[in-house]
């Protein structure tokens, strides 16, 4: 009989997501746990995600903390807040990932700090802590640069919005990896089909 231990378990797939307008309401500089209002659907998007297999992370920019505007003991409220929102819809998250960074500028393409999206070091930082799979992850949020912060870290990047348009992606744009859709019920579809393909 062996008596050897098995091994670390395999790298899971992941769905890195946006906070505001992509799981819930988007409220400027929110500092008010009492803001907070998850998007219709998105519970149900991230049940549908985990059932099939997904570590579920939030990677969230945070300027609100850098600017002064809300302590970090406060963002933490605001998280601990949604956790139980969530809870309460029957989902939850794996990990919540901020950055604090205040940027100086107004490009969303431009990396002023390793951990600010655009740049992928929240989702790299997550891959190393959690045993995730970067080329079977999604990155999914409101803006250019989270779709860029996940195209940066090896994923495939979802683009949501009413208005949603990759003509901002810098070309030549990553054929095949990059996609808009309406809403994170959407994405959450897209993800689905595509992991169900042989």
Avoid at 1 to 8: A, V
Wanted: proline share 9%; with cysteine.
């Amino acid at each position: 009989m062996s008596t050897e231990s098995p091994g670390p378990p395999p790298p899971r797939p992941a769905v890195f997501l946006d906070r505001d307008d992509t799981l819930v309401a988007d409220v400027p500089y929110l500092t008010d746990p009492a803001g907070l209002r998850v998007l219709p659907g998105a519970a149900r998007a991230l049940v549908d995600l985990r059932r099939a297999g997904f570590a579920l992370v939030l990677t969230t920019n945070q300027s609100a903390v850098g600017r002064g505007l809300l302590t970090e003991d406060g963002l933490r409220a605001i998280h601990d807040e949604f956790e139980r929102l969530l809870a309460a819809e029957g989902a939850s998250l794996d990990a919540i990932y901020y950055c604090t960074h205040a940027p100086r500028a107004d490009d969303r393409t431009v990396v002023e700090h390793p951990d600010r999206k655009p740049a992928p070091g929240m989702l790299l930082r997550a891959a190393a802590d959690l045993g995730l799979d970067l080329p079977r992850s999604w990155m999914v949020g409101d803006r250019i640069s989270d779709v860029l912060a996940g195209l940066g870290a090896g994923c495939r990047s979802i683009l949501v919005g009413s208005n949603a348009t990759l003509d901002e992606l810098p070309k030549p744009a990553e054929g095949g990896r990059a996609f808009a859709v309406a809403d994170l019920a959407a994405a959450a579809a897209l993800i689905l089909a595509d992991s169900e393909t042989p």
